[in-house]
T-cell receptor, first 112, second 113 residues
């Protein structure tokens, strides 16, 4: 079946460095992708999204890159801070479809 | 503060017991969702409601029922709880179906013994 997966379940990054979280998807019909951040004991929080007609989208300290050729997206976090420690999920769907498929998550730990 | 409110935050049930998880949003959102989160499984959609008066099954609906009581409230009911339903349950809402800037609640941690 279709699935969204993450390359690495855990990632540790020195404070101040940049981090990259990767995600692979298998549904070639997917055209809408989202990154969520989940802190311990809280619900997921929307970070940034991207549609398939774009390769890159930037937010505040975050950038999402989409490579449709290899069905891969990544989340780049610049100048990481302790507050960035969380689990990050990618999710995919076809725009307008109610069903959003989540990946299993990557735990990002920022080392002081 | 505007957002999604879930109650209760924690619950322990015995196998066979029933309970209802409550969810309310005050953002005038049309669409509401129930997800469960299990270790290593990500979030899986149980049921959703695209608008008041409509509900549809998601990926894992067995053992659950839902009610969209009004535009604000969307409840999830376990009629006969099973240990396999031990999970963290999240309610979410969005302005409209297909717009995925979901706002999630803080979750209900349910343990079935």
């Amino acid at each position: 079946g279709e699935s969204v997966g993450l390359h690495l379940p855990t990632l540790s990054v020195q404070e101040g460095d940049n981090s990259i979280i990767n995600c692979a998807y298998s549904n070639s019909a997917s055209d809408y992708f989202i990154w969520y951040k989940q802190e311990s004991g809280k619900g997921p929080q929307f970070i940034i999204d991207i549609r398939s007609n774009m390769d890159k989208r930037q937010g505040q300290r975050v950038t999402v890159l989409l490579n449709k050729t290899v069905k891969h997206l990544s989340l780049q976090i610049a100048a990481t801070q302790p507050g960035d420690s969380a689990v990050y999920f990618c999710a995919e769907s076809q725009f307008g479809n109610e069903k959003l498929t989540f990946g299993t998550g990557t735990r990002l730990t920022i080392i002081p | 503060n505007a957002g999604v409110t879930q109650t209760p935050k924690f619950q322990v049930l015995k196998t066979g017991q029933s309970m209802t998880l409550q969810c309310a949003q005050d953002m005038n959102h049309n669409s509401m969702y129930w997800y469960r989160q299990d270790p290593g499984m990500g979030l899986r959609l149980i049921y959703y409601s695209a608008s008041e008066g409509t509900t549809d099954k998601g990926e894992v609906p067995n053992g659950y029922n839902v009610s969209r009581l009004n535009k604000r409230e969307f409840s999830l009911r376990l009629e006969s709880a099973a240990p396999s339903q031990t999970s963290v349950y999240f309610c979410a809402s969005s302005a409209q179906t297909g717009i995925y800037g979901y706002t999630f609640g803080s979750g209900t941690r349910l343990t079935v013994v």
